[in-house]
């Protein structure tokens, strides 16, 4: 059984101030996804990464793809209010069929930012 | 391009009863996934339709179960609810059946059961 660590599970600052969010495995991934939900709605995608090393940015977000595909981090520099949300990480195993199947996710980061 | 639609969005059911979901995944999409997520288990995978055809299915009971329809929309089906099966039941639809395939998400149907 594949499993993502994502820690920290709870995470609360101020406007302005920056964090990293991170997702460890012992398992490798074809590419991980990370995801943005908000109360009462499905997760949205952020961005996709599948080449080790591989490092994308979206705004003020970093994500970025651990050398050996077992592990992820995303960074958000001068975080806002509007960042608040469950950040969920998942990765494609690399050896089930394929489409969504197989897609393993954490439990999740819950990040408030307070104005 | 609207996105992933489920319905209902609500529902409450009574202990015994089954209950029937829906969802219409992205226009062109063929690959439709199902999962569940609680408080205490986060999402999990329940199972994956691509083509009419059951691809996999995660660690459920056979009380949980699933279909889809050559329109590419899909229904999953819970028989004899018990109170843990009250979560938010999430569809995600697929381009193709690729294991990088982006999975986009509908807004779930949030069942409680009672």
């Known amino acids: 059984t594949q499993l993502l660590e994502q820690s920290p599970q709870f995470l609360s600052i101020q406007e302005g101030e920056n964090l990293t969010v991170y997702c460890n495995s012992s398992s490798v991934f074809s590419s991980l996804q990370w995801y943005r939900q908000e109360p009462g709605e499905g997760p949205v995608l952020l961005v996709t990464?599948?080449?080790?090393?591989e490092v994308k940015k979206l705004k003020r977000l970093t994500f970025q793809f651990g050398d050996a595909r077992k592990d992820s981090s995303l960074h958000i520099t001068a975080a806002q209010p509007g960042d608040t949300g469950l950040y969920l990480c998942?990765?494609?195993?690399?050896?089930?069929?394929?489409?969504?199947?197989?897609?393993?996710f954490g439990k999740g980061t819950h990040l408030i930012i307070q104005p | 391009k609207a996105g992933v639609t489920q319905t209902p969005r609500y529902l409450i059911k009574t202990r015994g009863q089954q209950v029937t979901l829906s969802c219409s995944p992205i226009?062109?999409?063929?690959?439709v996934s199902w999962y569940q997520q609680t408080p205490g288990q986060g999402l999990q995978f329940l199972f994956e339709?691509?083509?009419?055809?059951?691809?996999n299915k995660g660690n459920f009971p056979g009380r949980f179960s699933g279909r889809q329809f050559s329109n590419s929309r899909s229904e999953m089906n819970v028989s004899t609810l018990e109170l843990g099966d009250s979560a938010l039941y999430l569809c995600?639809?697929?381009?193709?059946?690729?294991?990088?395939?982006?999975?986009?998400f509908g807004q779930g149907t949030r069942l409680t059961v009672v």
């Open positions: 995600a639809s697929s381009l193709a059946y690729n294991k990088n395939t982006e999975a986009f």
């Open positions: 226009s062109g999409h063929r690959s």
């Open positions: 339709y691509f083509s009419e055809t059951q691809r």
């Open positions: 998942a990765g494609a195993s690399m050896y089930s069929g394929g489409g969504a199947d197989g897609l393993t």
């Open positions: 990464v599948v080449t080790g090393g």
